[in-house]
């Protein structure tokens, strides 16, 4: 996870540093000359093309932001885990993937350390570098990424299910899987870590299937209660040149509706926003913005709401995970290695 931190942070900085210059192609696919390129302007908060204007970052305003929360560093000394990743809330415990030490750590709400699950391997219950994990229907699922599949566990933490990730291992064209997600017919979703032209894609595995969908995305997933999955890309990649598999970031971002017959827009949030993980709360979604740091509250339209927390000015996460609980939450940077816990004052 640490070095695809690296990808991450760059992809970043073209969002802050004006990744609207893009040479040979434009966002639309129409070859360009060698010295022409797209500038991009800022205006309340879209994305629109002007002549002669440079990128100018947006303001980190506080939609509506009060401080109502505390926020608490929950770091290694405390939970043991080296580099957190995805987290769940279930049967009242909080439980975090950890990447590098390979595996599952239950935790208590308050961030103390219950239970540890499997170690690196590849038998069952086993894990490669864990990176998310969702329950539905009362059954904990892992992404277990190195080993390219997800292991379904109990509420008793016994394993009853190893479901395969790929048809075919020889054809793997990406880093690893980032995040999963499970729909109301029980298909499982997962999205990867990914810059290259045809690997940053949501997969969808049915009946022992796995099919890509439409959309290009690298992102993050989540569920509604309703069985509804969602996704949001971390950064809008664009082709730069048809005869390579580099993309580049446009500085857009969209929130979409995923099925297994694809991936549809629903709708465009700020410009250069930038989120990590989010977690479907009734209408809403609450998200943190990887270039504006902030935890945010946005409705499922895009518009910004509130900011639930305004974090300290120099911070740039690359990869994080949150989870929500009766009006807590929970962010776990791998960077780091510490996993903030928020409640209301």
């Known amino acids: 996870m640490k070095k695809k931190s690296l990808v991450v942070i760059i992809l970043c900085t073209f969002l802050l540093n004006g990744c609207g210059t893009i040479d040979s192609a434009d966002i639309g696919g129409e070859n360009k000359s060698d010295d022409t390129h797209i500038e991009v302007s800022v205006k309340e908060g879209n994305r629109e093309e002007g002549p002669d204007e440079d990128i100018q970052m947006p303001d980190r305003v506080l939609y509506g932001y009060e401080e109502r929360y505390d926020m608490e560093e929950l770091g290694q000394d405390v939970t043991g885990i080296e580099t957190p990743c995805g987290m769940c809330i279930w049967q009242e415990k909080l439980f975090v993937c950890d990447y590098d030490n390979h595996c599952i750590v239950q935790l208590d709400l308050q961030g103390?350390?219950?239970?540890?699950?499997?170690?690196?391997?590849?038998?069952?219950?086993?894990?490669?570098?864990?990176?998310?994990?969702?329950?539905?229907?009362?059954?904990?699922?892992?992404?277990?990424?190195?080993?390219?599949?997800?292991?379904?566990?109990?509420?008793?933490?016994?394993?009853?299910?190893?479901?395969?990730?790929?048809?075919?291992?020889?054809?793997?064209?990406?880093?690893?899987?980032?995040?999963?997600?499970?729909?109301?017919?029980?298909?499982?979703?997962?999205?990867?870590?990914?810059?290259?032209?045809?690997?940053?894609?949501?997969?969808?595995?049915?009946?022992?299937?796995?099919?890509?969908?439409?959309?290009?995305?690298?992102?993050?997933?989540?569920?509604?209660?309703?069985?509804?999955?969602?996704?949001?890309?971390?950064?809008?990649?664009?082709?730069?040149?048809?005869?390579?598999?580099?993309?580049?970031?446009?500085?857009?971002?969209?929130?979409?509706?995923?099925?297994?017959?694809?991936?549809?827009?629903?709708?465009?949030?700020?410009?250069?926003?930038?989120?990590?993980?989010?977690?479907?709360?009734?209408?809403?979604?609450?998200?943190?913005?990887?270039?504006?740091?902030?935890?945010?509250?946005?409705?499922?339209?895009?518009?910004?709401?509130?900011?639930v927390y305004n974090l300290k000015p120099d911070f740039g996460p690359s990869t994080g995970y949150i989870v929500e609980y009766n009006g807590e939450f929970w962010v776990g940077i791998s960077d780091n290695g510490v996993i903030y816990h928020f409640t209301e004052k």
């Open 112 to 307: 103390k350390p219950m239970s540890t699950y499997g170690k690196l391997g590849s038998a069952e219950g086993e894990f490669v570098h864990p990176t998310a994990m969702t329950v539905w229907e009362d059954k904990l699922y892992v992404l277990d990424s190195g080993n390219l599949r997800a292991q379904v566990y109990d509420k008793d933490m016994q394993l009853i299910e190893v479901i395969s990730l790929w048809n075919d291992q020889s054809t793997v064209m990406y880093d690893e899987f980032r995040d999963i997600a499970v729909d109301g017919e029980g298909n499982i979703y997962v999205c990867t870590d990914a810059v290259m032209k045809d690997a940053a894609r949501i997969f969808c595995v049915s009946k022992g299937v796995t099919t890509p969908l439409n959309q290009v995305i690298q992102g993050y997933l989540a569920q509604g209660r309703d069985g509804t999955v969602y996704a949001v890309d971390a950064v809008e990649l664009s082709v730069v040149e048809e005869n390579y598999k580099w993309r580049a970031c446009t500085g857009n971002n969209y929130l979409y509706q995923v099925t297994k017959e694809g991936v549809m827009q629903l709708a465009e949030l700020p410009f250069m926003y930038a989120p990590m993980d989010f977690v479907v709360v009734e209408e809403e979604f609450y998200t943190v913005s990887c270039t504006w740091g902030q935890i945010n509250k946005i409705s499922m339209e895009g518009e910004l709401l509130e900011a």
